[in-house]
């Protein structure tokens, strides 16, 4: 039987990784650069949500 991934909600500091140093120091970055990072912690996040 397939299990559903986990709610937002049930997800702990520990299944996610903290992306907000990486994301601050890129503020001057330029925009291809931001929008790259995010693409990135964007695809980590639904991999997390994803996983079983």
Avoid at 16 to 43: C, G, M, Y
């Amino acid at each position: 039987m397939s299990e559903k991934p986990p709610s937002p909600a049930s997800l702990n500091a520990e299944d996610l990784t903290d992306f907000r140093e990486e994301i601050a120091a890129s503020e001057d970055a330029p925009l291809e650069e931001q929008l790259d990072l995010l693409k990135h912690v964007t695809a980590e996040l639904q991999t997390v949500l994803q996983k079983d």
